[in-house]
């Protein structure tokens, strides 16, 4: 059984007439009354009582007409769903992220996106390192943003580099080096940091340890932290000072105090990252809008 059968069929039910029918329907009266009669015998059971100028529906028939437009109608529905998802018109883009890297990308970006594309949902997930990673490779995300990782971290996925974050001490306004325009890395050096955990964030523990083996130094870790939030509130506190990008100002606000490096490390590199696979009509879109967003910043 084939669409078709059921175009051909709703047709000559409509009409209750086979000459009527094949005219609206453009196809000979012959082929329709033989399709007409290849569907029963599919099915093996009459829908049409027949007679000599029209058509009635059998008992059958009627609850049959009745399941055929549903069955057209899924279709017809299935087939937009799928055009939608094809084109990057509707469906559901699902984008991971860190807040402290993409507080001034974020915005912009979902905002143009949901311009250009107001049919498709966009879900954030705030996740790990690691998490974005594996969802990623696993397909549970379309696209996120990530800092520049190695490419053992990158093995399967695709990187393009958004903006670039310059490398700052952050430390509560109280703070006996709030008067400071710089701050040398060997004065942090005896301070005690709050960090990230190291089990949900490994790179940033690896990229912290490099910093500090430039002048042979290890860092005084006093605390670590799984989120953002909870990082700004120990930093508020007092417990200790967080070496993180420039764009922590943007979620700490004047809670916090953030001043430059001297000499000024290599800043963050942030970037989107995507499986090597490719990425869906939505995900490209989204794609661009980030990158109009980097380019105003």
């Known amino acids: 059984m084939e669409l078709r059968h059921l175009r051909y069929f709703i047709g000559v039910a409509e009409e209750e007439n086979v000459s009527r029918a094949a005219l609206k ?30 058509v009635r529906l059998t008992e059958a028939g009627r609850v049959f007409l009745t399941e055929a437009r549903a069955v057209l109608q899924r279709a017809e529905e299935a087939v937009k769903a799928a055009r939608s998802t094809a084109t990057g018109a509707g469906g559901e883009l699902h984008v991971g992220y860190a807040p402290s890297l993409t507080a001034r990308i974020l915005p912009p ?4 996106f949901q311009a250009e594309l107001p049919g498709v949902r966009v879900k954030l997930h705030d996740l790990s390192t690691e998490e974005i990673l594996a969802g990623l490779r696993e397909g549970k995300l379309q696209i996120a943003f990530v800092v520049r990782l190695t490419p053992a971290w990158l093995r399967g996925l695709r990187f393009e580099e958004l903006a670039r974050d310059p490398i700052c001490l952050a ?42 083996a430039a002048i042979k130094r290890k860092p005084r870790i006093a605390e670590e932290h799984d989120s953002v939030s909870s990082l700004i509130a120990a930093v508020e506190a007092g417990n200790g000072v967080a070496i993180a990008p420039q764009s922590l ?14 000499p000024a490390p290599a800043p963050l590199v942030i970037g989107a990252a995507w ?11 989204f794609l661009k809008c980030a990158q109009a967003a980097a380019l105003k910043k």
């Open 25 to 54: 329907l453009h196809v000979s009266q012959p082929a329709l009354s033989r399709q007409i009669r290849d569907l029963e015998a599919e099915l093996g059971f009459l829908l049409l009582e027949r007679s000599a100028k029209s």
């Open 171 to 212: 430390f509560t306004p109280k703070h006996p080096l709030a008067g400071r325009r710089t701050v040398a890395l060997a004065e942090i050096a005896r301070e005690p940091l709050i960090t990230y955990s190291h089990k949900e964030y490994p790179d940033a523990h690896e990229w912290l340890a490099a910093l500090f």
């Open 249 to 262: 100002s943007c979620t700490a606000g004047p809670r916090l105090k953030l001043v430059p490096l001297s």
């Open 109 to 112: 970006t979902l905002r143009a």
């Open 275 to 285: 499986s090597k696979s490719g990425l869906t009509a939505a995900g490209e879109q």
